[in-house]
């Protein structure tokens, strides 16, 4: 049985360490030159602040992925309410069908339920989920770029 | 027709597959796409807020007492 439910991050991070790596081994750009390593303290800190959200995915208790937002006023609309950007979304492999469109709908709910005006995510080319959030009522509005300097 | 053919004949004609209450979407083989398509086309022909319910729905059977 598959479950989404809300966790401190502390906990999230000790299960989570081997999905982070299956994660970067599978999204990551740039991998050869820009290691993986999460700051644990900065993620806490966040949390303190009361800005981190984290959704997990379990299956029997075990972690099978997630889903990291951060809440707070956008910088540019001080007074427009609550805005959620996502950090990091997950599923592993074996679990996909039909978790990654069920996490999304929750998130969903669960920004609404907290007075969330604005969500907002984005996916990697080479994983493209465009037809999905499109579907699930997202609309596409930003293109990203990256440079690599070193 | 009962509300139970009807949807089981939807999902023959969204997904191609022959289904039984007890099939999971996963023995359908369907993908997050895939099922929100489905819980779409469900939700136009019986209404019921489905695709709502997502987190609940397991199985064509827990589609079936969602829209009753």
Not at chain 1, 17 to 31: I, R, S, Y
Not at chain 1, 74 to 94: C, E, N, Q, V
Not at chain 2, 30 to 51: I, K, P, R, W
Request: proline fraction near 1%; aromatic fraction near 10%; glycine fraction near 6%.
């Amino acid at each position: 049985m598959i479950t989404f439910q809300e966790e401190p991050f502390a906990k999230f991070f000790k299960d989570g360490q081997a999905l982070f790596v299956q994660h970067h081994k599978e999204l990551a750009l740039n991998q050869e030159k820009i290691e993986m390593e999460m700051d644990e303290q900065k993620y806490q800190a966040l949390e303190d602040a009361k800005i981190l959200f984290v959704l997990t995915v379990r299956d029997q208790g075990y972690l099978i992925g997630y889903l990291v937002a951060f809440i707070m006023p956008h910088m540019h609309y001080k007074s427009a309410g609550l805005m959620a950007l996502t950090d990091m979304y997950f599923i592993r492999p074996l679990s996909r069908r039909g978790a990654g469109a069920r996490m999304f709908i929750e998130f969903e709910k669960r920004m609404k339920a907290r007075g969330v005006v604005q969500i907002m995510t984005s996916c990697k080319k080479h994983q493209d989920h465009s037809q999905l959030l499109e579907k699930l009522g997202w609309n596409n509005t930003d293109f990203t770029f990256t440079k690599v300097l070193i | 027709m009962t509300t139970q053919e009807r949807l089981l004949s939807l999902i023959d004609r969204e997904t191609g597959k022959a289904a039984t209450l007890e099939s999971t979407f996963d023995d359908l083989g369907l993908d997050s796409l895939d099922l929100v398509s489905l819980l779409q086309a469900v939700d136009e022909e019986f209404g019921g807020n489905v695709l709502d319910k997502i987190t609940d729905i397991h199985a064509v059977g827990d589609i079936l007492k969602a829209i009753k």
